[in-house]
């Protein structure tokens, strides 16, 4: 029965208003059509990113962006559908309908937003980091007190092992300052302490000599010529003095043990004195 009565009013309304209702489906075809030209600009543009920086990273690198991309595509596809088929309902002369969808989606949106604040804060964090590449599987990191080498990143977290074996799985949200090791040269710094009566001049250029003759046999870890910074400090009855060697990321604590034993080596040789123990007794 309702049916019968709807008919006839709609169809009245249709023959008073055949324009406006014409003009209506054209604004609800424009605003889809609207809909699909930003999903597929957007789609072209990340491709685009994806095709013109894939060839210059690792494999696991290109993935990691093209997951980012992707995930980026499906947050802007269901956004843009959303106000679609928002402004679609209004035009019908729903806009109460519409209202409710919105006002629906900005409460739903409100209590996604308070109830998991951390969550969309680590993802947002973790999009951001593999973007801007900033770190991967197998770089040697500090971030967030943690020391260590990354085993896994994903959009929510960092998974750090510790020298000790330790596993940390930190959020990335959390992650404030992040210092990647693996990423520029390393510094292998050698300090070696000798007694105030030593020849010291004569001890800088024994350092010198082995740092020298230990550059010529690194062949491709080297990345720079070493150098003989001096008597760095004084104290406790002592004289520290310093040379440093540019290696490649992660190659100094290898080098800084090899060139300080053959340093040391070359001081006992050459009868450089070292500093004595002192043992004080408390009374």
Not at 123 to 132: K, R, W
Not at 135 to 163: K, M, N, P
Not at 243 to 261: D, N, T
């Amino acid at each position: 029965m309702r049916i019968s009565l709807f008919i006839p009013a709609v169809d009245a309304a249709l023959a008073q208003s055949g324009l406006s209702f014409l003009s209506t489906v054209i604004d609800i075809l424009i605003t889809f059509l609207l809909a699909v030209i930003v999903i597929a600009a957007a789609k072209r543009i990340l491709s685009g990113i994806v095709k013109s920086r894939a060839g210059m990273l690792e494999e696991q690198k290109a993935r990691r962006l093209m997951t980012a991309c992707t995930l980026l595509m499906s947050i802007i596809r269901y956004a843009v559908s959303f106000i679609a088929i928002a402004i679609a309902v209004g035009e019908l002369g729903y806009s109460g309908a519409m209202n409710s969808m919105l006002a629906a989606a900005g409460i739903g949106s409100l209590a996604i937003g308070i109830g998991a604040q951390n969550i969309i804060k680590d993802v947002a964090a973790g999009v951001s980091m593999l973007f801007e590449d900033q770190l991967s599987v197998g770089d040697y990191v500090s971030l967030a007190g943690v020391t260590g080498t990354v085993e896994a990143v994903s959009l929510r977290t960092v998974t750090v092992r510790q020298y000790g074996g330790e596993v940390s799985i930190i959020p990335n949200g959390s992650i404030g300052v992040l210092t990647n090791y693996s990423r520029t040269d390393s510094l292998a710094v050698v300090e070696l302490p000798v007694s105030p009566e030593a020849d010291i001049p004569f001890a800088l250029s024994l350092m010198k000599e082995e740092a020298e003759r230990y550059h010529g046999e690194l062949s491709e870890t080297a990345a720079a010529a070493p150098e003989v910074v001096g008597a760095v400090k004084l104290q406790g009855g002592e004289t520290v003095l310093r040379v440093v060697q540019r290696v490649k990321p992660l190659e100094h604590w290898g080098v800084e043990r090899e060139l300080r034993k053959r340093i040391l080596g070359r001081f006992v040789k050459e009868g450089i004195p070292l500093p004595k123990a002192r043992v004080e007794l408390l009374k």
